[in-house]
């Protein structure tokens, strides 16, 4: 293939030349796709990893200090809800921006307050200092967290997922869930060394606020690297090719809302699991126990270094048994992992057992958790249906997660986590089966 075409793999009934064909001056590959993706999603990670830590060592003692630990910690995890409530509505409204404005503006737009209100986050006064308008301002900037990140919807991953080969496409989903284990790499590392190296009074006087501030220079970073792919012409071309263009929520609910419900619901164990693996333990372990935060945190930055294998692996399993069975079997997993939790989180080296073996989990399971059901969508649907079903799965199944889990757990004991994990289960499960009795019908 020469140096002026794009080195795509056939998918249906397309050919390398027909799409070698939407090339018009720049060089482009799949290589260079899975790189924008990896930098997007690592960073919008990275921000909301940043904030879930600093539920548990920041906002309970800065924002929440007429409260009990558990309290505060449970205040704090209410506020982390908010971005998960507000992003199907960014979605909505970003995809409107974008029918009139274009991909790039809409894309800009997004990141410049994703970033913005996380940074803002680094300048929040304490309660002590402001009162109740510390925590509104922390509730109205998480909110447009939520917003922007439902904007931040590029359609790489579909288009990945479409150009491979029908051989390879568990392989190409994984790459953009990737980005989840390395932004909690790096926004866990980060804590741990601020953490570990300053005062406690040092902490959280200012050294909180540094990896806030980090967050909007990654932001800026992710922008132009994401901008320069969404807005080639190559890349148009490629998208408006396959008919990754928006729609109306309203028109897709109407049309493909089952879709919409399914691909939701059918992610539901592994986006559960999520929160109960990265946030929930750190805010346990740091209430009950007195194990040193920084080491913890270790503890959870190897596991998501497993968790980012992991997710690798379950590319190439996908690809070998099919990405709904891999998907399903991970849920009937997770369901046995959630058996023993209450027994492995009741001790030192349970909870390194718990905290391990569940990021493996996730990753196995969150590697295809994008996509298994979304492929459903027909075409001209699927840009802004994928979108959808992930702000939905989140906010079914990891929004409420860490608050739920914990809050339950200190009335009820950890058997609570349980249930939780079950529940999740049981949505994936069925939505996956229902899904195969509508493609039987449809066969």
């Given at each position: ?7 795509y793999p056939v998918y249906g009934h397309e050919s390398a030349a027909s799409l070698s064909r939407a090339h018009t001056d720049e060089d482009v590959t799949p290589g260079e796709i899975a790189v924008g993706v990896i930098i997007g999603r690592s960073s919008e990670y990275f921000d909301f990893f940043v904030f879930g830590i600093a539920c548990v060592l920041v906002f309970p003692s800065f924002l929440f200090p007429f409260l009990s630990r558990l309290d505060g910690t449970l205040m704090a995890f209410a506020i982390f809800a908010i971005a998960f409530v507000a992003r199907p ?355």
């Amino acid at each position: 293939m020469s140096s002026g075409s794009i080195a795509y793999p056939v998918y249906g009934h397309e050919s390398a030349a027909s799409l070698s064909r939407a090339h018009t001056d720049e060089d482009v590959t799949p290589g260079e796709i899975a790189v924008g993706v990896i930098i997007g999603r690592s960073s919008e990670y990275f921000d909301f990893f940043v904030f879930g830590i600093a539920c548990v060592l920041v906002f309970p003692s800065f924002l929440f200090p007429f409260l009990s630990r558990l309290d505060g910690t449970l205040m704090a995890f209410a506020i982390f809800a908010i971005a998960f409530v507000a992003r199907p509505f960014g979605t909505a409204l970003s995809m409107a921006v974008q029918r009139r404005w274009g991909r790039g503006t809409k894309l800009t737009l997004a990141l410049f307050m994703l970033g913005s209100c996380t940074v803002s986050m680094a300048f929040l006064p304490s309660y002590n200092a402001a009162g109740m308008a510390a925590i509104v301002a922390l509730a109205v900037l998480r909110f447009g967290q939520g917003l922007a990140l439902g904007g931040s919807w590029d359609g790489l991953p579909s288009l990945l997922a479409m150009a491979a080969p029908k051989e390879r496409r568990g392989w190409y989903s994984m790459v953009g869930q990737l980005g989840a284990p390395l932004g909690f790499i790096l926004a866990a590392g980060l804590f741990a060394y601020l953490y570990g190296s300053l005062t406690h009074e040092e902490f959280l006087s200012w050294g909180w606020r540094y990896p806030f501030c980090v967050a909007f220079a990654i932001n800026v970073v992710a922008l132009f690297a994401r901008l320069r792919l969404v807005v080639g012409q190559s890349y148009a071309e490629l998208l408006e090719e396959k008919e990754l263009e928006p729609v109306g929520v309203a028109r897709l609910m109407r049309d493909e809302g089952g879709n919409v419900v399914l691909g939701a619901f059918a992610a539901l164990a592994s986006f559960a699991l999520f929160h109960v693996v990265t946030v929930f333990p750190l805010s346990w372990i740091s209430l009950y126990s007195e194990r040193s935060m920084t080491e913890v945190l270790g503890v959870q930055i190897v596991g998501a270094f497993l968790a980012a294998g992991a997710v690798a692996v379950s590319g190439k399993l996908a690809d070998h048994v099919g990405r709904r069975t891999l998907l399903g079997s991970m849920a009937v997993l997770i369901g046995l992992f959630s058996l023993a939790t209450p027994w492995l989180l009741d001790s030192e080296g349970g909870s390194n057992i718990f905290l391990l073996a569940g990021f493996v989990l996730l990753g196995l399971s969150y590697g295809q958790a994008s996509g298994t059901v979304t492929a459903n969508f027909s075409t001209h649907y699927r840009y802004t249906g994928a979108a959808l079903s992930a702000d939905l799965a989140w906010l079914f199944g990891a929004a409420f997660a860490p608050l739920v889990a914990l809050g339950l757990s200190a009335r009820f004991g950890l058997g609570a986590v349980t249930l939780y994990l079950l529940s999740g289960v049981v949505c994936t499960l069925a939505a996956l089966r229902i899904n195969r009795i509508f493609e039987q019908q449809k066969d």
